[in-house]
């Protein structure tokens, strides 16, 4: 074990990453790979390089399968890692579930579901955090900080206590009551801001460029987003190292669609899959749905919204990736689609009763777009599709809670008998 304990701070050296540099995705100009996310040049914004040579040269089936029981076995595609893979809270290797019932009720051949609720937790966000906060590590950094919708705010609580760093994590005030106390609960500096994400995002860049502080999602973006090809690389291992036809992703900021398709590109790139990158759907609401109106429109950039749905966790009205997400879905033959509050709460019942996964409304957005694809005929029987669910559906209850109706009764068998005589 190379783990210290530092002023009751968890150090661990840093593993020997592929990374080069950070680049502008507009300018192709380069940095340094320190905590910065915007060019000076042309105000794009950055994402990390590698040595690709010396990625294919490392990474092997067998290599990965021999590797750590999280996403850490990905570390050679990623920009950090920690040396002793047992640092921290261990993230990923999530069940890939079959779903043949799932399938067969929407007329489908071969549906999966990656399920990340299974992530410690509950949500995709630990696959970002957990590289973020190794980042910030090696930065030397005492505090991160982010803003969220929810999920991101618990686990960099959660991730944070693990390793023994002070957090602030800001959350617009109405979030669901379930997240605030799943958060809370970690020891971190909790923010209630009186305002929707968008503005919770504005007040974290101001307050970054005033604190030496690692956000995850801003000064930390290009490292955090990273984090998301993870899904890609589990997905492929999972079905034998094959790729799916097809699958449907939730969009927030746009990062984990557009960071899935550069984790599916890097396998074929480096030999370890043979096959083509997958059709690629994205998934949102329409209560804040500005890249599935771009797509609608067959516009090239997003128009902002103002958030209004029941889907909280994807509701950014500005999505800093959304131009790019609009690439990936022309890219990959897919589409972008928005579901009604109304279908999501059926979707997050459809994948229940079929599947027994519980989901939260951004699973709902995404077994909603599920079924209206399979409806509309976009989706040959022939097809092997996973879809992702990102988080649980114990986060928010209040979704589905007006649709449960338990059958009260009397501690007695006539009470029961009296009942089941009149039930169907
Ligand atoms: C954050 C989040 C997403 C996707 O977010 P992006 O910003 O698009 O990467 C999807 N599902 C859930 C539950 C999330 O919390």
């Known amino acids: 074990m190379t783990v210290r304990l530092d002023g009751g701070q968890v150090v661990a050296d840093a593993y020997p990453t592929a990374a080069t540099n950070l680049r502008c995705r507009e300018s192709g100009t380069e940095y ?41 076995r990905y570390r050679d595609f990623l920009p950090c890692a920690p040396e002793d893979p047992t640092v921290g809270l261990p ?23 990656k399920n990340d609720t299974a992530n410690p937790t509950h949500s995709f966000k630990d696959r970002v955090v957990s590289v973020a906060i190794q980042k910030a590590k090696e930065l ?26 002070e957090s602030y994590v800001f959350v617009p005030a109405d979030l669901e009551p379930q997240k605030i106390i799943a958060t809370g609960v970690y020891g971190t500096n909790l923010m209630a801001v009186d305002g929707n994400y968008d503005d919770v ?9 005033e604190r030496d502080w690692a956000f995850v999602n801003v000064n930390l973006r ?42 599916f ?38 128009a902002p919204v103002r958030p209004q749905t029941i889907a909280k966790s994807l509701a950014i009205g500005n999505p800093a990736d959304g131009a790019y997400a609009l690439d990936t879905a022309s890219a990959t033959g897919g589409s972008i689609t928005a579901v009604t509050d109304e279908e999501i709460v059926r979707g997050i019942e459809l994948l229940a009763r079929t599947t027994g996964i519980f989901t ?28 992702y669910i990102t988080g649980d559906g114990l986060k928010t209850l209040d979704a589905v809670a007006d649709q449960v109706r338990p059958n009260a009764i009397d501690p007695t068998l006539e009470s029961f008998e009296s009942f089941a005589a009149t039930a169907v």
């Open 32 to 72: 340094e790979l320190e905590a910065r996310y915007v060019c000076d040049v042309s105000f794009g914004p950055l994402e990390v390089a590698y040595d690709t040579d010396e990625i294919a040269a490392r990474v092997s089936r067998e290599r990965i399968a021999e590797g750590p029981q999280n996403i850490w």
């Open 91 to 113: 993230t990923g290797l999530t069940p890939l579930v079959y779903a043949p019932r799932l399938a067969y009720e929407l007329g489908l051949g071969e549906v999966w579901v």
């Open 265 to 302: 590109r890097d396998l074929i790139e480096t030999g370890l899959v043979e096959t083509e990158v997958p059709t690629l759907d994205g998934a949102q609401a329409e209560g804040c749905g500005p890249v599935a109106e771009a797509f609608a429109h067959g516009r090239d950039f997003v």
């Open 140 to 165: 030397g950094f005492e505090t991160v900080a982010c803003a969220s919708t929810g999920n991101l705010a618990n686990s960099v609580a959660a991730h944070a206590a693990a390793r023994g760093l």
């Open 360 to 387: 939260e409304t951004a699973g709902g957005v995404t077994t909603a777009v599920l079924t209206k694809l399979a409806e509309r005929g976009e989706i040959d029987a022939s097809e092997r599709v996973v879809i």
């Open 222 to 263: 290009p490292y955090y987003s990273e984090g998301s090809k993870t899904l890609a690389y589990e997905v492929a291992e999972q079905l034998g190292w094959e790729l799916p036809d097809r699958c449907v992703v939730p969009i927030a900021s746009g990062s984990l669609y557009t960071k899935l398709h550069r984790g």
């Open 201 to 209: 995002n504005r007040l974290c860049m101001q307050i970054a460029d």
